[in-house]
Structure formats: structure tokens, C-alpha cells
């Protein structure tokens, strides 16, 4: 059984700073790509930041210059450090692994169960 725990959440008040961890555990034979998405309350959920395997990363716009997605292989973790908090990234985070629990299975995607971040103004 794979399992994406996700810790770091909470409050946070605007121009704070929080730090997101997620670790992949269980069956896994390899990691590819990791990330976050998250969702607000009555909008769908969006994708935030992306990281390959080679730790090239990718952002939605709304966060380039304040969020950092970062990733240990050999812990097959990811994390968001998240800086300059505004309201808006108020939402439910959710990690997710692109990985293959087998040497010659197929790659699946698995995500998180959440954790919520507020940022008050």
C-alpha cells in the first residue's frame, strides 16, 4: 500500500511564511514526478508546482517568486516552502507522486489526503 502524508499546515498571517512536507511511503519501487495542488472553498482544484525527477520545476503563475517546490529522492519527499502568504492561497494542499510500485509496472498517480492552509489578512 502506497500512502502520501502531508504535514506543515496552518495558520499563517499575510507576508507569513509555512512549509509543506510531503513523504511517500509504502510499496514503491520508483518516484517520478511530485507536486502540489490545491483547492479553495466552491473552486476547483488547481494545480501549483510540479518537480521532476531532475528537479526541474514548474509554477502556477500565481505563485512564481513566492513558492519553492524542492524534493529529497531519497526520502521520496516533496515540499513547498511557501513565502509572501497572501489570502488567496488559502486552501486545502494536496500532494501527489507519479510512481510505479513495481521494477516493469505502469506509473500511477497518487495523491495526499490534505492539509489545510489559511492565511488571514
Known amino acids: 500500500q502506497v500512502r502520501l502524508v502531508e504535514s506543515g499546515g496552518g495558520l499563517a498571517q499575510a507576508g507569513g511564511s509555512l512549509r509543506l512536507s510531503c513523504a511517500a511511503s509504502g510499496s514503491i519501487f520508483s518516484v517520478d514526478a511530485m507536486g502540489w495542488y490545491r483547492q479553495a472553498p466552491g473552486k476547483q482544484r488547481e494545480l501549483v508546482a510540479t518537480i521532476g525527477t531532475g528537479g526541474s520545476p514548474n509554477y502556477v503563475d500565481s505563485v512564481k517568486g513566492r513558492f519553492t517546490i524542492s524534493r529529497d529522492n531519497a526520502k521520496n519527499t516533496v515540499y513547498l516552502q511557501m513565502n509572501s502568504l497572501k489570502p488567496e492561497d488559502t486552501a486545502v494542499y494536496y500532494c501527489?507522486?507519479?510512481?510505479?510500485?513495481?521494477?516493469?509496472?505502469?506509473?500511477?498517480?497518487?495523491w495526499g489526503q490534505g492539509t489545510q492552509v489559511t492565511v488571514s489578512s
Open positions: 501527489y507522486a507519479r510512481l510505479r510500485t513495481q521494477r516493469w509496472g505502469r506509473l500511477y498517480d497518487y
